[in-house]
């Protein structure tokens, strides 16, 4: 199975500055299928990103993710303190779909 | 507006059986490729099964094949897991999630909020 490796394993950042967040696969993942979701405490995960790039339905633009062979990135450009989650990178092209371990954002 | 909402958590012993059910509302249920994904506590995500928007087609984990059988009623809007030989590391809160389409290489655009399996003697 394809091995989902995020860093770092927690971001600590005031308001308004910007996160970027790394998920690194072990092999070969087209990038339109990766996904990132963000899970606030006692919360389902919500999507925010599909396809590598494309942000989904309702999600600001201070969201946005990008990729690099390997290696994809999710930014947020402008922190908010409802920002405060962990997020999980998702591949979906191969069976059996697998998740990164996630990276907890703090806002200080 | 899209909800999914899951039920039939519980405590069982390990070996024992329990079925979760997620009832949805809210898009054409017979239209979407549906999943479950776990979650154990204070741990990330992992997937655990998928359908097909038709049922023909069925996926599982490694770690869960042979043991779970997934399941749904369209004309029910229902999604159902049937969980049998639980064993303690399947204790874990079970989402239900809704593919954005058909398909099963797609991502997950809905969640329920999940229900707690705890498999513990």
């Known amino acids: 199975e394809i091995v989902l490796t995020q860093s770092p394993g927690t971001l600590s950042l005031s308001p308004g500055e910007r996160a970027t967040l790394s998920c690194r696969a072990g092999?070969?993942?087209?990038?339109?299928?990766l996904a990132w979701y963000q899970q606030r405490p006692g919360q389902a995960p919500r999507l925010l990103i599909y396809g590598a790039s494309s942000r989904a339905t309702g999600i600001p633009d201070r969201f946005s993710g990008s990729a690099s062979g390997t290696d994809f990135t999710l930014t947020i450009s402008r922190l908010e303190p409802e920002d405060s989650a962990v997020y999980y990178c998702?591949?979906?092209?191969?069976?059996?779909?697998?998740f990164g371990q996630g990276t907890k954002v703090e806002i200080k | 507006e899209v909800q999914l909402v899951e039920s039939g958590g519980g405590l069982v012993q390990p070996g024992g059986s329990l079925r979760l059910s997620c009832a949805a509302s809210?898009?054409?249920?017979?239209?979407?490729?549906m999943s479950w994904v776990r979650q154990a506590p204070g741990k990330g995500l992992e997937w655990v099964s998928a359908?097909?928007?038709?049922?023909?087609?069925?996926y599982y984990a490694d770690s869960v094949k042979g043991r779970f059988t997934i399941s749904r009623d369209n004309s029910n809007n229902t999604l159902y897991l049937q969980m049998n030989s639980l064993r303690a590391e399947d204790t874990a809160l079970y989402y239900c999630a809704k593919r954005d389409s058909s398909g099963y290489y797609r991502p997950f655009d809905y969640w329920g909020q999940g229900s707690l399996v705890t498999v513990s003697s």
């Open positions: 092999q070969s993942v087209s990038s339109s299928y």
């Open positions: 809210g898009f054409t249920f017979r239209n979407y490729a």
């Open positions: 359908i097909s928007n038709t049922g023909v087609n069925t």
């Open positions: 998702h591949q979906y092209g191969i069976s059996p779909q697998t």
